[in-house]
């Protein structure tokens, strides 16, 4: 089955991510969201993005425009019934999920692919609402969606092997990233062990032994990280951040997995990094380190 429409649900920072790198590629891509008002400002962040490389000479005028002629925004899930494949990038919670993935299955043709973007959430159980739990699959992308290559392909226990070959193909030498298989499991391989590393280095400030800065500037000039520790969790969103890591407490039961405290005064006190204009370090709206 050939991929040439796509539909994305949510156009939050990962929708917004995912549609306009899917459109670069040629795509046809059809955008829904919770509010007129929520799509809106999705629009508008994709072109401020597009905007961005058009600055730094790695996009022209011309291919701006033919990328925003690709993304179609929907107002109703009737709209997604011409895609092939369609892609839930909600907000990372279990029943709001089941919900979009239900409607999903009731609206679409029993051929089409059915997707999430969750990064922690259990593809078996999110497929456990649908009719055909067999074209549920995880394709969990990394943010920056445009500049990272990996996508992580997750299988649920009745994903169909034709589903799993059909979506690998897609991610290979349609959107020319590289997938990797992955068997479900509480924050697959790229969140499980990230969060350990943010939730790590939270000990170590915690610990007094040296500031966010200094940690950052250790792990990112000594290690070749693009970004440090903290700046990476301010860019991720620390309530996405501390969500992940608490899902992965209560599944495993390890105390590694425990949200440091920091952590959590930052989220209670609405820091929650990029999206909120400041986390371990301050933004401006453009999501540019002031």
Not at 162 to 177: L, Q, R, S
Not at 181 to 208: D, K, Q, W, Y
Request: glycine share 8%; hydrophobic share 40%.
């Amino acid at each position: 089955m050939a991929i040439k429409k796509v539909g994305v649900i949510g156009a939050g920072t990962m929708g917004q991510g995912i549609a306009e790198m899917l459109a670069s590629k040629g795509l046809d891509v059809y955008v829904i969201e919770s509010s007129e008002e929520r799509l809106t400002y999705g629009m508008q962040m994709i072109e401020l993005n597009l905007d961005k490389q058009i600055e730094k000479w790695a996009l022209t005028q011309a291919e701006k425009k033919l990328i925003l002629n690709r993304i179609h925004t929907c107002k109703n899930y009737e709209d997604l019934t011409s895609c092939e494949l369609v892609i839930e990038s909600i907000t990372e919670d279990l029943e709001s999920k089941k919900q979009v993935i239900k409607k999903l299955d009731e609206m679409c043709d029993e051929n089409v692919i059915i997707a999430s973007n969750t990064s922690t959430l259990s593809l078996t159980e999110l497929a456990s609402v649908t009719s055909h739990p067999e074209r549920v699959i995880g394709l969990h992308f990394i943010y920056p969606v445009s500049k990272i290559d990996l996508v992580e392909i997750v299988r649920g226990l009745k994903t169909s092997d034709a589903t799993f070959d059909t979506t690998k193909e897609f991610v290979d030498e349609v959107i020319e990233k590289k997938g990797i298989m992955v068997f479900e499991s509480p924050g697959f391989v790229t969140t499980r062990l990230i969060c350990l590393f943010i939730n790590e280095a939270l000990h170590v400030l915690e610990e007094g032994v040296a500031s966010a800065e200094d940690i950052d500037n250790a792990m990112r000039i000594g290690y070749s990280f693009q970004n440090g520790p903290f700046e990476m969790a301010d860019r991720f969103g620390l309530d996405s951040v501390l969500a992940a890591l608490d899902r992965m407490f209560r599944e495993y039961g390890e105390l590694k997995y425990r949200p440091s405290i920091v952590l959590k005064k930052m989220v209670r006190g609405g820091h929650l990094g990029v999206k909120s204009g400041v986390g371990f370090f301050k933004y401006d709206k453009d999501g540019d380190r002031i």
